[in-house]
């Protein structure tokens, strides 16, 4: 097959080389995104007089016969050709002659891929937000269910204090709410169009480069032809958001793991998420949670083959920005895929209240409430503080709860101790009171809720 460029060569290129040079084996998912930009740009140079309206017509014409094709799977895609940008080329000269070597005036490959590029992010980008959704609206879905289901909240992973479990989800509901504002932010510095940049120096051709970028729903053009094509920094922005998405994606799938573990038994996950064991047939492995903690990384690891592959480019397009589409594709594959497997997973895992409840009731995580009580009663803090502390010391003495504890027992320790402490450091009584905005209380819990319900219905719109 003859290159597009090969009128100043004299020599055939060599077979390892070709093949090592070629991008079509991974470039070539952007066939759509291609044929859409080469279509806005047929027309653009119908409009503008540089190509005659028959020729414009003709080119945009075949091009949407051969998406139709490539999709249908009536015409496969050649991965002996270099690139999918030269393949539709040649297609598309050999259906409709030299009027199809005229598309690819006042262009060049260098803009072409740039476009190509920020046309995919964008399509990919509205599609992993739609899968975040679809995660939240799961971990919304299992939250109204628990908004009374008490569990201990943790720090260093030790019990901390009663939370509900609704509350500890909606944490993560937050924290998919901002990947989604952070991926709005860099689809909109992404959202404007190269086509037109040519090599660098933009063309001698008076091209209507704004035309093509409202026919492609940019909001403008970018304004410097070197930045056009070397630019891809809305890349590593979308990689870093992803990366971000993983890493929350990740923590979950720590918790997940340990809750379905027999040491806490807090979740079960259904079957249909889980594996077993070839040589013990007692186990029911998180394989899903785990494969997601694992993926993780190589998430990372795309970001930073990114930036390491541009670090130290100089101006303006080099063939070392080829090896941007490798990482950047497997980026979104497998930060789609984990949000692919991660929403039902979550919608059909079986909550163990009951174990939440017991693992609540020990680990004196209503200490801090019991030190309230006490300051609510006059004394300072601290003085509360240092007395819990020393209350509790003889609770792991004697091995009993602060619920256990007769009120002569806590009226050695203080004068302020009254029978209505019982109440104040019920693990219900606990969770009810913190009445704070975004606490664990049940009045909080359900505006949380009802936030992102908000958000997940004004994105349906």
């Not at 050695?412 to 019982?422: G, I, K």
Request: proline share 2%.
């Amino acid at each position: 097959m003859d290159k597009m460029w090969a009128g100043r060569f004299s020599k055939q290129l060599d077979k390892f080389a070709d093949d090592f040079n070629s991008s079509i084996k991974f470039d070539s998912r952007m066939y759509r995104q291609d044929i859409t930009g080469s279509m806005a740009h047929a027309a653009m140079l119908g409009a503008q007089g540089i190509i005659s309206k028959q020729d414009s017509e003709t080119i945009i014409d075949a091009l949407e016969d051969i998406l139709i094709d490539i999709e249908s799977g009536a015409l496969a895609i050649d991965m002996n050709a270099e690139d999918i940008h030269m393949f539709v080329e040649q297609v598309l000269t050999e259906r409709i002659g030299d009027t199809g070597k005229r598309l690819h005036t006042a262009r060049s490959r260098n803009d072409q891929v740039a476009l190509d590029l920020r046309l995919y992010m964008r399509d990919e980008a509205a599609e992993v937000q739609r899968l975040i959704c679809s995660l939240m609206s799961a971990i919304v879905a299992q939250a109204e269910k628990h908004v009374d289901t008490v569990m201990p909240g943790y720090t260093h992973l030790q019990r901390a204090q009663p939370i509900t479990f609704a509350h500890h989800l909606m944490a993560y509901a937050m924290m998919l709410e901002r990947d989604l504002m952070r991926i709005d932010d860099a689809v909109r510095r992404m959202n404007c169009s190269p086509l037109g940049s040519c090599a660098l120096a933009g063309t001698t051709y008076n091209t209507d480069r704004m035309m093509v970028a409202e026919k492609l729903g940019f909001d403008g053009i970018s304004l410097n032809s070197i930045d056009g094509v070397s630019d891809r920094d809305f890349c590593i922005e979308l990689m870093s958001d992803f990366a971000t998405v993983m890493m929350h994606l990740s923590r979950l799938a720590e918790e997940i793991i340990l809750w379905s573990s027999w040491e806490f038994r807090f979740v079960e996950l259904d079957d249909s998420f889980t594996t077993g064991s070839s040589i013990m047939p007692q186990k029911k492995n998180s394989d899903m949670a785990e494969l997601v903690r694992g993926k993780t990384g190589r998430v990372y690891g795309d970001l930073m083959a990114l930036l390491t592959t541009l670090k130290g480019l100089p101006l303006a397009y080099n063939k070392d920005m080829q090896e941007d589409k490798e990482a950047i594709f497997d980026s979104v594959d497998t930060v789609k895929n984990c949000l692919t497997v991660f929403a039902p997973m979550i919608a059909t895992m079986t909550v163990r209240e009951d174990n939440m409840l017991a693992a609540a009731q020990r680990g004196f995580i209503n200490a801090t409430d019991l030190a309230d009580y006490m300051v609510r009663k006059g004394m300072p803090f601290r003085s509360a503080y240092k007395t819990v502390g020393q209350i509790v010391g003889k609770c792991v003495a004697d091995g009993r709860t602060l619920e256990q504890l007769g009120i002569d027992e806590y009226k050695q320790f203080s004068d302020v101790f009254e029978d209505d402490l019982y109440d104040d450091i019920s693990l219900a009584s606990c969770v009810a009171k913190r009445i704070s905005a975004g606490g664990t209380g049940r009045e909080s819990v359900l505006c949380q809720i009802e936030h992102i319900k908000g958000v997940l219905d004004a994105r349906a719109e």
